[in-house]
Structure formats: structure tokens, C-alpha cells
């Protein structure tokens, strides 16, 4: 199972290269995840074609559905041959340094937590939870995570 994970795309709507981004690497994907800073509502109805679109609202989505879009997401998503990987995702809020903390301290119980906001890329494992922030799509960066059968995690950083 591959997760496509993207944040802070700050689009006020889907240009050529995020389309191409989109047909390279999120389509392909078992799950599309995007951590939030979607900013237009167009990027947002785009990725919605997507049939696993998963995502949450950022500090920046101020459009017609930002009210809709959770601020936290909890999913136990099933891995393909057996078993589940609990995920949870939150854009993340405060200072910079301490993003990752805060978003471990709001969603316990999970094997996998994505989180944006700091424009960082983060893959690190603490206490037993892989965190994950993809860097930001509008600075040229994602993730693709492949989840193996047996629930190891493999991330892979993209350049765009």
C-alpha cells in the first residue's frame, strides 16, 4: 500500500505542475493524504477525485468549506494481505520547532502521524510513532510512504 502525503500546497487553484504532480504521484497512490494549507477551495475539489482522499484543515484554508474539513483526522486504514495502520493527521499549529510534539501530544494511539504547517520535512520515529511532515508541495516537496504487509513503514521524499 502506498501513501501519497502532501501539505501546504497554498494554491489558490490546481496549476499544470501540480496537475502533474497529481498524475505522477498522488494518483497512483492507495491513499492521498494532504496535512492541510490547501488554501483554495478549487485544489481542495481537485484532490477529491482522488477515491482515498483524506485530508484536514489548515491555518490558511479560509475558503467555503474550511468549517467542513477536521481539524484532526484518526484512521485505521486496512494494509492490503492483513492487518491495519492506525493513522492520525493534524496540520499543526504554534511555533515551528515544536509542531511535531504537539501533534503527538493531541493524537495518541497511532503507528503513523502526518502533520504540515512547518514547510519541514520530519521522518522520525518516537516512542514506537513514525512522524511524517512532507515538507510543503509550493517549496517543492512531498512524501510517498509504502506500507510493506507485515505494517513496516518505508518514507521516500520527493523533489518536485
Known amino acids: 500500500m502506498r ?29 492521498l493524504l494532504h496535512c492541510g494549507d490547501m488554501v483554495g477551495a478549487s485544489v481542495y475539489h481537485y484532490l477529491c477525485r482522488h477515491p482515498r482522499f483524506l485530508c484536514v484543515r489548515g491555518n490558511c484554508d479560509h475558503f467555503e468549506l474550511d468549517h467542513d474539513l477536521p481539524l484532526t483526522l484518526s484512521r485505521e486504514l486496512e494494509i492490503p494481505g492483513g492487518g491495519s495502520l492506525a493513522l492520525g493527521m493534524a496540520h499543526g499549529w504554534g511555533q515551528r520547532d515544536s509542531v511535531w510534539r504537539r501533534v503527538f501530544d493531541a493524537l495518541p494511539g497511532h503507528r503513523l502521524l502526518c502533520y504540515g504547517h512547518t514547510h519541514r520535512r520530519h521522518w522520525e520515529q518516537h516512542q514506537g510513532v513514525w512522524l511524517l511532515n512532507p515538507g510543503s508541495v509550493a517549496e517543492g516537496s512531498m512524501a510517498l510512504v509504502d506500507v510493506a504487509q507485515d505494517g513496516t513503514l518505508d518514507c521516500t521524499f520527493v523533489d518536485l
Open 3 to 31: 501513501l501519497a502525503v502532501i501539505s501546504d500546497t497554498h494554491l489558490s487553484g490546481p496549476d499544470e505542475a501540480f496537475q502533474t504532480l497529481y498524475d505522477a504521484h498522488l494518483a497512483p497512490a492507495t491513499f
